[in-house]
């Protein structure tokens, strides 16, 4: 191959890993900020009664929405990786035609579970109005389950612009379908209950447009292809087979840290009581435990997580062909990546934690919240690391490692938070340290089942201490810069600078000590080639 074609393939997959990262990061940041902009106007049109009806069936929906998206993609991700490593193209479409075929069925049963049930799954919340919103939501599980699949494909095909161009198309036709149905009902005077079925209509209107330009994307990639007669050779009970093997585990493994999480949020509730709290007071606690911090939190793992997105194709095709050299160097890429970007995030919400919240919530809710935000901040470290970990987990075929660790990590959070928060004199502060334990000894958990499968240590702390290290360096520098009013100006643009003057020591420091470096991408682009 001739030096300008090993170049102009060097920047194809440059530009197609790296930017591709970065469009699903910015796209996470784009859907968030939608679901923000989406809430104000959606809370002051249904008020509170109304946004209770909306909240009850969107709690019970996002289980089964969970159910169609943690395993699937994973699962035909892993399976076209290990066909292209194989050189078997032509198994490619065979697994996208049977996981589309498995999860229509499974999106329309789950959908009309979720119909024929609404009734008395409202009144197992004590919410029967919810009954209505139920059922206007329930459509939209049919075009998330395809879209999984789809998006599955894309990756392994390292397509990451067009998951995330789909992502910000389904978020604003959420928003302004919402809207618009919503402002409607309010205009014909319609009840609360039938308005709030017609505001999460947005949702199911957003997820079909999602999907319709996945599908575009899907037909565009694929037209042209020859794949020869191989494609009809290869059973669709074998394909399917694979992907339940796949997809279960992961998709189990999700449904545990979700049902946790209601159990442990239940539990503080409950704890909080016990040791004294009256029942206002420690609701008010808890809302602002959830409205404050944990929303910050899963704000930053939303940033951080397309990184084991992009990489988990790249560990699937070292794994298959047997590259350990590869396989090594990937993993120190995505974890130097993932703390590359994880860090300046972690110490941000550690030392700025009271400022940034008071951007976005009333003065009287914040000093609570920022303590609760700066302890629940370093589970970032822990929680970003064992997404990757868990997924080059994954990628090897040890698809029950990240179960085992997903377990022992809730069942810490729960016994964690009710020894803190009852048998301590911190109180609703033992919640996210609680948080914290759990992330970390699910990471210990991970760390061990690699060591004794691979024979050797991953190197998790040394590629992520100098990261933490620069970030900490240059979040301190810009504290200390906000601290001694430089910028004389009011508190948000004084902030919004020192964030901004924050990111450009970062980029700097990491410039100059060789972590940011061209040398250094062209290898991380090297392991992007699946072909």
Do not use: W
């Amino acid at each position: 191959m001739s030096e300008e074609r090993k170049k102009s393939n060097l920047s194809e997959h440059l530009t197609g890993f790296i930017g591709g990262t970065l469009s699903l990061t910015v796209s996470a940041l784009i859907v968030k900020f939608i679901g923000l902009i989406y809430k104000i106007p959606i809370a002051s049109l249904l008020g509170d009664e109304g946004m209770g009806y909306f909240n009850s069936a969107y709690t019970i929906y996002a289980f089964f929405y969970l159910l169609c998206t943690a395993g699937v993609p994973k699962a035909v991700m892993i399976l076209i990786s290990e066909s292209k490593a194989r050189h078997r193209v032509y198994e490619e479409k065979r697994i996208v035609r049977v996981a589309s075929v498995l999860f229509l069925a499974v999106g329309v049963i789950l959908s009309a579970i979720l119909i024929v049930f609404a009734a008395p799954l409202s009144m197992l919340i004590g919410n029967n109005k919810a009954y209505f919103t139920l059922v206007a939501i329930a459509p939209s599980i049919i075009p998330v389950a395809i879209s999984g699949v789809i998006r599955g494909y894309l990756t392994a095909n390292t397509k990451l612009l067009e998951i995330a161009v789909s992502q910000i198309i389904e978020g604003v036709g959420k928003l302004g379908i919402g809207l618009l149905l919503a402002m409607l009902g309010v205009r014909y005077n319609l009840p609360l209950e039938i308005l709030s079925a017609l505001t999460v209509l947005g949702v199911s209107f957003g997820s079909f447009i999602g999907t319709m330009y996945l599908l575009v994307c899907l037909k565009s990639r694929n037209k042209g292809e020859n794949i020869g007669q191989n494609v009809e050779k290869i059973k669709f009970s074998v394909v399917a087979g694979r992907i339940f093997k796949i997809s279960l585990p992961i998709t189990i493994s999700s449904a545990i840290m979700s049902f946790t999480n209601l159990i442990d949020l239940g539990l503080i509730m409950r704890s909080l009581v016990k040791v004294g709290y009256s029942e206002n007071i420690a609701s008010m606690l808890y809302g602002n435990y959830t409205t404050l911090a944990v929303p910050m939190l899963n704000l930053a793992t939303s940033i951080i997580s397309p990184v084991s997105v992009a990489f988990l194709p790249v560990f699937t095709r070292c794994f298959i062909k047997s590259d350990t050299d590869g396989q090594r160097e990937a993993e120190r890429s995505a974890i130097q990546l993932t703390s590359l970007i994880g860090a300046p995030i972690m110490f941000g919400l550690i030392f700025y934690a009271k400022e940034i919240l008071a951007m976005l919530f009333p003065s009287s809710e914040v000093n609570t919240g920022a303590a609760l935000l700066s302890l629940i901040a370093p589970s970032i470290f822990f929680s970003s690391l064992l997404i990757i970990l868990n997924t080059l987990l994954e990628a090897y075929g040890k698809l029950k490692s990240p179960l085992i660790s997903m377990t022992v990590g809730s069942i810490i959070k729960i016994i964690a938070s009710y020894l803190l928060i009852t048998r301590t004199d911190l109180g609703i502060l033992g919640a996210p340290i609680g948080t914290v334990l759990s992330y970390a000894s699910g990471l210990i958990v991970s760390i061990l089942i690699y060591g004794k499968t691979f024979g050797r240590i991953i190197p998790i702390f040394e590629q992520s201490l100098i990261p933490h290290l620069l970030a900490f360096t240059a979040v301190i520098l810009s504290r200390f810069v906000y601290q001694s009013n430089l910028f004389s100006l009011p508190h948000v643009p004084s902030l919004m600078l020192s964030i901004l003057l924050c990111a450009l020591i970062y980029l700097g420091l990491s410039a100059f000590v060789g972590v940011i470096r061209p040398k250094r991408i062209k290898e991380l682009a090297k392991y992007t080639n699946l072909s």
